[in-house]
């Protein structure tokens, strides 16, 4: 009998009086599809389907559960509705109540009866650096908190961050014309939830009041759906330049970038015993506050934030006097720069383990090139590393761009799909140590096409999935987390998640037409996944654009500013819709010159006319063919069948829009560079034909993105509600492309130029 008619048999549900809440969580959803009356726990197990965990009051599960680290999940119903629904990790059973409505083999059905063990992929999987529910993207409109935790818990995660600004712009002091201090609006802080004796009155009451109150109301909403809360924090934190006037000899590194900031910005000198107060305070103040938080992942050297005298701070190796005499060689400082950091993590894991003795201390090691072998030495007991590669070395990533081997440093991305056989050695050797590291995935399109929404490509996330589960990695990461998933509705990127951590043997196309078949019917699914394919085909195709192919793209509002010859040629005032919003200063470079950003270059002409040409012939001509198919048969099928392809039509229709600007952005560079290195008339006169014809096909994109914007039901980006910001646009998007296209074709014949000296421009 299948499991939903075994369901509809059940008679009671029951669960235990003090149980975790997801049992609640569960039996309430379970009642609510039966139509029972809401159960209530009760002392002794009852009759009908009892639901509990596997160290919960009531001894559930089977007779010997399995061994090892993996969490499973236990599920016996017989044809009368009696039996047991057991998971050993909380987050777990929710999955396993919504897994067995639609994914049970035939085999599994026929066993259900005397119990079906299933293990989990990963121990670990949660998202990082989740971008609406917790960072940068967390004004985006139409989002449901508790509709996206509930999937989060449905495809088998198992924690959750929850430290969330309440305001969608940090409280930071700043000066004009600088820009450091927006980036305190993601990662926040220890000290933007809580304060120590040390820092009491640095910040309103009231502001750490209503963060604290956000990341509480987080870690409540995940505890019912069985997600374990944790943190994500840029740390050691900066404190205000007020504070150093009072307290001078605590002032620690200087952490700020050299050209996004126009204010010197330190941190405390960590080392100190009253900054080791404070921050053993902060910890446990919030631990108090939430006592089951089970996690802190610490980014650094970045956004505001820095271990004293590493070598990878900007402004290069600094810090207070307590940690390094002068004239030490440079080994010496990077070991002791290490040691002392290490000091501060295992600080951190101390005093959160009094409240929980399970709590562990994450670092992203890319930052630590120089001091990576003494900080790896000092991992265990509670500290461990998150990379998205065991062989990082530095921002150095030993793989490369699946279609392009000359791009490399890929790992991450979604086009890091393998794990070479090196890795698990590594692995090996961590658990040895007695840590497990923590490895990311790119699960959808944060950090790879922002801010587009619901853009699949199932197979390749599926290998990446795979490859880790076969490397015998435990923890993962989805870096980005899933974004706005209720406005996603046909996306298979989270079905296929959940399939790799909850069956991790069964066949990807099983999963991908079960899913193409729930949505669009049996007649359409072979169609809907063969258009998967086709759009992965392209995506997998686009080439990695410096920082344009990840969070550049938004952060330089490369879809609303004009792409003319001269970027300056436009009158100041009339540039600032868009300036005012660049992550940039007065002099920063990217004002000018899309091909660099600050001191880095981006794309040189040759670079940019290689990629422009990489799109032109591999991934345009792509997308061109998967939107005439999806638009031919967006109009063929009944409902619901319709929807779902005319959903994946715009999708397409943006991932379009949103390839072509990427294009025009390297074609830009390549013309308008190449225009300005050469001295012979005929060589400038086919640059600007170049970048005419360019400018022609951005006019054409930029209307066409504007059809889309202002004629299409579907979501097909994130936008905020409450404004935009450098990290997400606004309501006013269409508004924006308007004046784009108008000042385009204002300015568009002016003559290539770059001004080679706005560095040295003082506003």
């Known amino acids: 009998m299948p499991f939903p008619q075994r369901l509809a048999a059940v008679p009671t549900?029951?669960?235990?009086?003090?149980?975790?809440?997801?049992?609640r969580t569960t039996a309430a959803m379970l009642a609510e599809q039966l139509?029972?009356?809401?159960?209530?726990?009760?002392?002794?197990?009852?009759?009908?389907?009892?639901?509990?965990l596997a160290a919960g009051p009531w001894r559930l599960g089977p007779d010997t559960p399995p061994a090892g680290a993996q969490p499973w999940m236990w599920a016996r119903v017989d044809e009368a509705g009696q039996g047991e629904l057991v998971a050993s990790e909380p987050a777990l059973l929710f999955a396993l109540a919504q897994w067995l409505q639609d994914g049970l083999t035939e085999a599994q059905e026929s066993a259900l009866a005397t119990g079906v063990l299933l293990e989990a992929a990963f121990a670990w999987n949660r998202p990082l650096f989740d971008s609406v529910l917790t960072q940068v993207a967390r004004t985006t409109r139409r989002f449901d908190p508790e509709a996206y935790v509930r999937r989060l818990a449905e495809c088998g995660f198992t924690h959750l961050e929850v430290n969330a600004l309440?305001?969608?712009?940090?409280?930071?002091?700043?000066?004009?014309?600088?820009?450091y201090s927006q980036f305190y609006t993601y990662c926040a802080g220890l000290g933007h939830f809580v304060d120590s004796t040390l820092t009491r009155g640095l910040y309103p009451a009231e502001y750490l009041a209503a963060n604290l109150n956000r990341l509480r109301g987080l870690a409540d909403l995940g505890r019912r759906y069985g997600l374990r809360p944790g943190l994500l924090c840029f740390?050691?934190?900066?404190?205000?330049?007020?504070?150093?006037?009072?307290?001078?000899?605590?002032?620690?590194?200087?952490v700020d970038h050299p050209f996004r900031s126009h204010l010197p910005r330190y941190t405390l000198a960590q080392d100190h015993p009253v900054s080791r107060d404070h921050y053993c305070q902060l910890m446990q103040n919030l631990m108090r506050e939430v006592p089951d938080l089970a996690y802190l992942s610490v980014w650094t050297n970045d956004s505001g934030a820095g271990f004293e005298h590493t070598a990878s701070l900007y402004v290069g190796r600094n810090g207070g006097p307590y940690l390094i005499r002068e004239w030490r060689s440079h080994e010496k400082i990077a070991e002791a720069a290490g040691q002392s950091a290490l000091r501060w993590l295992r600080l951190m894991r101390e005093s959160a383990a009094a409240f929980n003795p399970d709590f562990e201390v994450l670092l992203r090691i890319e930052p630590f090139k120089v001091e990576h072998d003494v900080i790896m030495a000092g991992m265990g007991d509670g500290l461990s590393v998150e990379a998205p590669s065991l062989l990082v070395r530095g921002y150095e990533l030993p793989y490369s761009h699946p279609k392009y081997e000359d791009q490399t440093s890929i790992a991450g991305t979604i086009f890091h799909d393998e794990m070479d056989a090196s890795e698990q050695e590594k692995l090996e050797a961590h658990r040895a140590q007695g840590f497990e590291p923590k490895l990311t995935y790119s699960a959808s399109s944060s950090f790879n096409m922002e801010p587009l929404l619901g853009i699949p490509f199932p197979r390749m996330l599926h290998r990446k999935l795979t490859a880790l589960h076969e490397t015998g990695v435990r923890g993962v990461s989805a870096f980005g987390g899933l974004l706005n998933t209720e406005l996603t509705p046909y996306w298979p990127n989270p079905e296929v998640i959940r399939a790799a951590q909850l069956t991790p043997d069964r066949p990807l196309d099983d999963v991908l037409h079960q899913a193409a078949t729930r949505w669009a019917?049996?007649?359409?699914?072979?169609?809907?996944?063969?258009?998967?394919?086709?759009?992965?085909?392209?995506?997998?195709?686009?080439?990695?654009?410096?920082?344009?192919?990840?969070?550049?793209?938004?952060?330089?509002?490369?879809?609303?500013?004009?792409?003319?010859?001269?970027?300056?040629?436009?009158?100041?005032e009339d540039r600032l819709y868009y300036e005012r919003f660049l992550v940039s200063t007065p002099n920063n470079p990217s004002i000018n010159d899309l091909g660099r950003d600050v001191l880095f270059e981006l794309i040189n002409q040759e670079t940019g006319q290689r990629m422009a040409d990489q799109f032109d012939a591999n991934v345009l001509p792509r997308l061109a063919d998967v939107l005439e198919r999806a638009g031919t048969v967006a109009e063929e099928p009944s409902e619901p069948a319709r929807s779902v392809f005319a959903d994946l039509r715009d999708r397409m229709r943006a991932l379009q829009c949103w390839a072509t600007t990427q294009r025009n952005t390297c074609a830009w560079v390549a013309g308008v560079h190449g225009f300005l290195a050469s001295d012979e008339a005929t060589a400038q006169e086919g640059y600007r034909r170049y970048l005419q014809e360019m400018i022609d096909l951005d006019l054409e994109n930029t209307r066409s993105l504007l059809d889309l914007w202002e004629n299409s039901p579907v979501e097909f980006m994130l936008v905020s509600d409450v404004g935009e910001t450098s990290f997400i646009y606004g309501e006013n998007f269409g508004a924006l492309l308007r004046r784009k296209i108008a000042l385009?074709?204002?300015?568009?014949?002016?003559?290539?130029?770059?001004?080679?000296?706005?560095?040295?421009?003082?506003s």
């Open 13 to 23: 549900l029951s669960f235990a009086v003090n149980d975790h809440p997801v049992v």
């Open 35 to 52: 139509r029972l009356p809401s159960p209530q726990p009760t002392p002794e197990p009852g009759a009908g389907l009892r639901l509990g």
């Open 166 to 179: 309440a305001a969608h712009v940090p409280l930071e002091a700043n000066v004009p014309n600088e820009y």
């Open 235 to 254: 740390e050691p934190r900066t404190l205000p330049e007020q504070f150093f006037q009072r307290y001078p000899t605590l002032r620690g590194a200087r």
């Open 521 to 572: 019917g049996a007649a359409n699914a072979e169609e809907l996944v063969a258009l998967w394919d086709a759009v992965e085909q392209a995506v997998s195709f686009l080439p990695v654009v410096p920082l344009y192919s990840n969070f550049g793209f938004v952060w330089l509002r490369t879809w609303v500013r004009p792409l003319i010859p001269n970027l300056e040629a436009i009158p100041k």
């Open 744 to 762: 385009t074709e204002q300015y568009r014949d002016c003559d290539p130029f770059i001004d080679r000296e706005i560095l040295w421009r003082l």
